[in-house]
Nanobody
Framework: QVQLVESGGGSVQPGGSLRLSCAAS????????IGWFRQAPGKEREGVSC????????YYADSVKGRFTISRDNAKNTVYLQMNSLKPEDTAVYYC???????????????WGQGTQVTVSS
């Protein structure tokens, strides 16, 4: 059993920044990857980023490359998503999830957090 808790969401103006956190607890040795997904109103959930805990490999959706940075603190079992230059289209509920390896296939992720709301508006 793995538990994931997201935090750090909020409301910001365009161009602002937020840092999301995903803290994992429980038995995590079999789950190397932490992925970030988001779901905007009226849209399907989409992959945003993923990081491998074992080798540090990172992956980003084209829509966030150059603006978002994923990182990890293995000692704390915590993954961060630094979000800079935020745009209104980044508004969504952001979820973290864990899998054996990084993948864009949502169905392969075994555990999900509750989500945290990010709102970008002016």
């Amino acid at each position: 059993q793995v538990q994931l808790v997201e935090s750090g969401g909020g409301s910001v103006q365009p161009g602002g920044s937020l840092r999301l956190s995903c803290a994992a607890s429980g038995f995590t040795l079999d789950y190397d990857a932490i992925g970030w997904f988001r779901q905007a109103p009226g849209k399907e959930r989409e992959g945003v980023s993923c990081i491998s805990s074992s080798n540090g490999s990172t992956y980003y959706a084209d829509s966030v490359k150059g603006r978002f940075t994923i990182s990890r603190d293995n000692a704390k079992n915590t993954v961060y998503l630094q979000m800079n230059s935020l745009k209104p289209e980044d508004t969504a509920v952001y979820y973290c999830a864990t899998d054996v390896v990084c993948t864009w296939e949502e169905d392969l992720y075994d555990y999900w957090g509750q989500g945290t709301q990010v709102t970008v508006s002016s």
